[in-house]
């Protein structure tokens, strides 16, 4: 009997301990609209980090096509900064002769060479862009 219940035990602890770990950022909208900017020829969207890991502060910005190519745009920085449990807003910009191509808008988590100490797990997430 005492096998049984340290065998339940073992795996309660381990579904505790993946659920603790596996913590991501969350980018919004899921499906962002690309509307006119003040630039000729360019389109854009206002995209929303959360960032819920705390061994991450780093994220880069990418905008890829159905076969996730990449897609030619601009942001701020394609590297942003956002600290642990904070938010940051920013636009991305897609020539309109690119903007039938670009498919996916995505952030990645970049991991710090010198954190690389235990295994670290590098997240990515993807706004499907919502073509009209």
């Known amino acids: 009997m005492m096998n049984f219940y340290g065998c339940v035990f073992a795996i309660v602890l381990v579904i505790v301990g993946i659920g603790q770990t596996a913590s991501a950022h969350e980018m919004t909208p899921t499906y962002p609209k690309l509307t006119y900017s003040h630039l000729d020829g360019v389109v854009k969207t206002t995209m929303s980090m959360f960032n819920k890991r705390a061994d991450v502060q780093y994220y ?16 701020s920085y394609n590297v942003i900064k956002i600290d642990y449990l904070s938010k ?45």
């Open 60 to 75: 880069e910005i990418g905008v890829f096509d159905k076969d996730f190519n990449p897609v030619p745009f601009v942001t």
């Open 88 to 132: 940051v807003d920013f636009d991305v910009y897609i020539r309109k002769s690119d903007a039938s191509k670009a498919v996916y808008i995505c952030s990645r988590s970049k991991l710090k060479k010198d954190e690389a100490i235990r295994t670290a797990i590098s997240s990515r997430i993807c706004s499907k862009i919502k073509n009209e």
